[in-house]
C-alpha cells in the first residue's frame, strides 16, 4: 500500500502533467488565432487560463505540504524543486499564449506577411516543442530534452531572421508599419516561449542527473558522456 508521501508525490506529477497539457491547449489555440481568420478570445481560453492560474496555485500548495510533514531523499527533493519551477514556466507559457491571441487580431493583411515570412513553420514548431516538453517530464528521455533544445535553437534562429526581414519591410513599406510591429512582438512571444519549455527540460535534466545545466552546453555533456 502506497504511503501518504507517495501518494503526494503521484498527485504532485499528475498536477504537473494536466497543467502542462492546458498549456499545450493555449500554445495550439494562439497558433491557431495566428495563423486563421482572427478569434474572439472567447470564454473556453478565459477558463482555460483560469485553471491554469489554480493548479499552479495547488502545486505550490502540495510542495509546501511535502516539505512541512516529510522529509524527502535527495531524488524526491529535486522533484518537489523542479515542479515549483516548472509550475512557474508553464504558468508564464499560459500567459503568452493569450497575449498572442490578442495581438493575432490587430494584424491586419497579417496571411501575406505570414506567407512572406515563413511565420507558420515557426509557429508550428513551438506547438511541436511544446508538446514535447509535456513528453520530457513524463519519459524523464534525455533525447528528447536534446530535441527540445536543439528546437529551440532553430525557433530563435528563424525568428530572429524573420523580426530583420519585417523590420527591413517596415522601412521600405509604411502600410505593414502597424501590423509588422505587432507580427514582430507575436514572434518575440513565441520565442519566449520556446525558452521557456527549453527551461523545462533543464529542470528535467537536473531530477535525472542531479546536475544543472544549461541548453547550450548540452551538446557538450552529451559527448563526454
Known amino acids: 500500500m502506497a504511503s501518504h508521501f507517495e501518494i503526494e508525490l503521484e ?30 478570445e472567447g470564454k473556453e481560453v478565459k477558463k482555460t487560463e483560469n485553471k491554469i492560474d489554480k493548479l499552479d496555485v495547488k502545486i505550490d500548495e502540495i510542495c509546501q505540504s511535502i516539505f512541512a510533514l ?78 527540445i533544445f536543439i528546437l529551440n535553437n532553430t525557433i530563435k534562429n528563424e525568428s530572429d531572421d524573420a523580426i530583420h526581414n519585417i523590420i527591413n519591410e517596415m522601412k521600405s513599406n509604411s502600410k505593414t508599419v502597424v501590423s509588422g510591429t505587432n507580427l514582430v512582438i507575436v514572434l518575440k512571444h513565441l520565442e519566449r516561449i520556446s525558452e521557456h519549455c527549453t527551461n523545462i527540460a533543464e529542470y528535467v535534466y537536473f531530477m535525472i542527473n542531479a546536475k544543472i545545466i544549461k541548453h547550450e552546453k548540452f551538446g557538450d555533456k552529451k559527448s563526454d558522456n
Do not use: W, Y
Not at 91 to 113: C, F, P
Open 11 to 40: 498527485k504532485l506529477k499528475n498536477v504537473i502533467v494536466k497543467i502542462g497539457k492546458l498549456a499545450e491547449i493555449q500554445v495550439s489555440g494562439s497558433v491557431n488565432a495566428l495563423l486563421s481568420e482572427p478569434v474572439a
Open 70 to 147: 516529510q522529509q524527502p531523499v535527495a531524488s524526491d527533493l529535486r522533484f518537489i524543486m523542479s515542479a515549483m519551477q516548472i509550475s512557474n514556466e508553464i504558468e508564464r507559457i499560459g500567459d503568452l499564449a493569450i497575449s498572442i491571441i490578442k495581438k493575432a487580431k490587430n494584424i491586419k493583411d497579417k496571411h501575406d506577411l505570414i506567407v512572406k515570412f515563413n511565420i507558420t513553420d515557426i509557429a508550428r514548431q513551438v506547438e511541436v516543442i511544446t508538446i514535447k516538453t509535456n513528453e520530457c517530464f513524463l519519459t524523464r528521455n534525455e533525447n528528447t530534452i536534446g530535441e
